[in-house]
């Protein structure tokens, strides 16, 4: 729980400040959730999904300051959170999935990414980013159901889908590059993902107000 983790290129020891970049970009996340926590009033969906993205800011900025066994909770409860909450808007929203629906596809995806991580974990040269394969897999699954329905929406789901695995590449070579890149690239991967997760809310919060409209 309190051992350091060095998982990272730009840690080279296990002092407090020894990821300044990599702690300083997850800011990108608290921005984000600012700019969209203006641009979603009157969205409590919206607005949940901007409190939570800047919860993920701040314990990947505690996780990568203090690297140990509790502040790697901190880091991954929040983006599990938010892909639960997203999933949910996602499923009743999009979907117009009704009653306990939408709350059965929550419950589903825990199943769905016990199949889909080990699948793709087969393929070594990504590592621990493994792990998050199922949410791109996931939006453009949401990307081809609405592709007809809400060609717009789908439009925006299939920007996020592209910035995320852009972002993962990023992501998935920090140590690879390590010994040419000092700094390393996980950094980038903060950047990129924190205006993914920006642009999901967007494209959820568009969606609504579309449909608030057709229905005025």
Same mark, same amino acid.
């Given at each position: 729980? #309190? ?20 702690? =300083? ?10 700019? &969209? ?18 919860? =993920?800011?701040?314990?990947? +900025?505690?996780? @990568? =300051? ?32 009704? +009653?306990?629906? *939408? #709350? ?22 990504? +590592? ?7 949410? *791109? ?10 592709? @007809? $329905?809400? *060609? ?22 920090? &140590? ?12 980038? #991967? ?5 205006? &993914? ?16 409209? $057709?229905?005025?």
């Amino acid at each position: 729980m #309190w051992d350091t983790i060095d998982a990272y290129c730009e840690r080279t020891s296990a002092t407090l400040w020894a990821e300044p970049v990599n702690a =300083i970009t997850n800011l990108a996340f608290i921005l984000a959730a600012w700019v &969209m926590w203006r641009r979603s009033a009157g969205l409590p969906v919206a607005r949940a999904l901007c409190v939570v993205l800047a919860t =993920i800011g701040v314990g990947s +900025g505690l996780y @990568h =300051i203090f690297a140990n066994g509790l502040t790697a909770s901190l880091d991954v409860a929040p983006i599990l959170i938010f892909i639960l909450i997203y999933v949910f808007a996602a499923a009743r929203d999009f979907l117009g999935l009704q +009653g306990w629906r *939408p #709350w059965a596809m929550v419950a589903g995806f825990v199943p769905y990414a016990a199949v889909i991580v080990p699948l793709f974990s087969t393929l070594r040269v990504l +590592g621990s980013s493994a792990a998050y394969a199922p949410v *791109p897999v996931l939006i453009v699954g949401f990307t081809v159901v609405l592709w @007809h $329905k809400a *060609p717009a929406t789908a439009w925006g789901l299939a920007l996020g889908a592209a910035i995320f695995i852009v972002s993962l590449i990023f992501r998935t070579i920090d &140590m690879p590059v390590c010994a040419g890149f000092p700094l390393g690239t996980h950094f980038i #991967w903060h950047l990129l993902n924190a205006a &993914m997760l920006e642009v999901m809310i967007e494209v959820y919060c568009r969606h609504l107000r579309a449909a608030q409209g $057709k229905g005025s």
